[in-house]
């Protein structure tokens, strides 16, 4: 069964915090990305990576960065947490050139910052 | 003008109900069509994808895309409780990288 697991689920974090949400997949895809989650706004794409140490900016990268070091893993990093960065945080990953374009997703990240 | 227009509802039906949901579109470069599932604190999962303009059946759903009208729904029929979810349409040029996704229509299927 593919998967892609996100290691924190719930987060609670204080403003001016660095925060690491961390994203594997066991599915040997290229494509992996960040996408946060708000209502109303649907999902908005922060940033991807098509390739080992790869990564391109997507809609909404200011306030955040990203690593890749290993195919499998793809790190969403906030520098200094703010309260408009309070929202759910979706990793995806797909196969590069896959041709339905499915993105396989997963559970989430809950991120309150106060 | 948002390039993806999807009324976020909330839409409630009774069990059996036929449920329409849809999403309007700017780009037309979009040529991949797709419909996200997702249940409460679930990532979303693919229902499913249309290449191009018309009509795919998959059991009780059925995805139709009008390329012309730019316009996609998505129909469930004889719809469950299991059905309650939020369903996200998502469309991309040929290059899966440039997805864009709606807000999600929230449904609940009432017993």
């Known amino acids: 069964d593919v998967k892609v697991t996100q290691s924190s689920r719930y987060l609670v974090k204080r403003t001016g915090e660095k925060v690491f949400l961390e994203c594997v997949q066991d599915?040997?895809?290229?494509?992996m990305f960040w996408y946060r989650q708000d209502p109303g706004l649907g999902l908005r794409l922060i940033y991807f990576s098509y390739d080992v140490k790869m990564k391109e900016k997507g809609d909404i990268p200011e306030g955040y960065s990203v690593s890749r070091e290993k195919k499998e893993r793809f790190s969403l990093i906030l520098e200094s947490a703010s309260t408009n960065q309070t929202s759910m945080y979706l990793c995806?990953?797909?196969?590069?050139?896959?041709?339905?374009?499915?993105?396989?997703f997963g559970e989430g990240s809950r991120l309150t910052v106060l | 003008q948002k390039e993806v227009e999807q009324d976020p509802g909330p839409l409630s039906v009774p069990e059996g109900a036929i449920v329409s949901l849809n999403c309007t579109y700017s780009n037309s470069a979009f040529q991949y069509f797709m419909w996200y599932r997702q249940y409460s604190r679930k990532g979303p999962e693919l229902l499913m994808y249309t290449y191009s303009s018309g009509n795919k059946e998959d059991g009780r759903f059925t995805a139709q895309v009008d390329k012309s009208s730019k316009y996609i729904s998505l129909f469930i029929r004889d719809s469950q409780p299991s059905d309650s979810a939020t369903y996200l349409c998502a469309m991309s040029p040929i290059n899966n990288n440039d997805m864009r996704f709606g807000a999600g229509t929230r449904l609940t299927v009432k017993p």
């Open positions: 599915m040997d895809h290229e494509n």
């Open positions: 995806a990953s797909s196969l590069m050139g896959g041709n339905t374009g499915e993105l396989f």
